[in-house]
């Protein structure tokens, strides 16, 4: 009998400039950016993710980076009142504050602080997660998130394999004039908006997948994250419960991609150290007050001091 596949695993090559703990990583993008973001701030590396909150669509990413790049400084002028909050529409929800103060104070601090590690940063990560945008009216504006705003005052369209080709080149051009070492990691998130509709969600996909490769160069890449999901899993086990989010398998195996991919070999064997050092601080004990869990917090504690002795690793 022939032997059957029931798997069509993709293969990718190492790429050449790797991550290691010395690197400084950014992430910006779609709720999958925080699935990755999370595993980086798991095993100790030096990231930040997010700083703007999720973010999906192209114009949205572009001008959160321009902003941390040029220093911009929001003013309530920037800002708007709905629903007892004030809120920004370049912002995810998570900025939104009763407090006016409170979240300039937030946004502008955030961009202080990613136009510093920007100079410095090795690995940009920009996950994309749909074409599909909502223009304010009033202002003429893409918006990043409606806030709950009534669906009125938007206009929805569907951006263009070329509008989006330009969003991505701002973003390069913009990086690289600021820091030209650094290297972009475009991927694409294989979370489908079916809310948009599932022909919609798959047009959406297909512009941001185009528009990325029509850009790919040197120091830019692509990580086929969307493909592993769509046409290697493709199982609804490895979705959670909506049938729409990759599950923590889901994210374990295309962090595991990701790890042979992007990550040095010297690196990888330290992750395994770090992994037992945070399975043990997560470990409740049926008797925390027993001779057996005090030797087990001793050589946790021995543990962790000799990770810190050889590496630059902060617990």
Known sequence: MENLSFRTPIKIKPE??????????????????????????YFKFDEITNPYGVLFNPVAIENAINDCIHCKTYTKKDLFFQNEQWHSYNHHSDFSSMDVNHILSKINGNIQEIHQQLQ?????????????????????????????????????????????????????????????????IFTVSPVRHLKDGMVENSISKAHLLTAIHDTLDKNTNYFPSYEIVLDDLRDYRFYEKDMVHPNETAIEYIWNIFKNTWITGKTEKILKEIDVIQKGLLHRPFNPNSDAHKKFKANLLIKIKNLKDSSDIIF
Do not use: M
């Open 16 to 41: 050449e400039n790797k991550i290691d703990f010395k690197s400084k990583i950014i992430l910006f993008g779609s709720c999958f950016s925080e699935n990755i973001g999370n595993k980086f701030r």
């Open 120 to 184: 410095n940063t090795t690995h940009l990560i920009i996950t994309l997660g749909t074409a599909w945008v909502y223009q304010h009216i009033k202002t003429d504006k893409i918006v990043a998130n409606c806030h709950k705003v009534p669906q009125k005052e938007f206009h929805k369209k569907l951006l263009s394999v070329n509008d989006i080709r330009k969003k991505l080149t701002s973003i390069k051009n913009n990086i690289f004039s600021l820091n030209p070492s650094i290297n972009i």
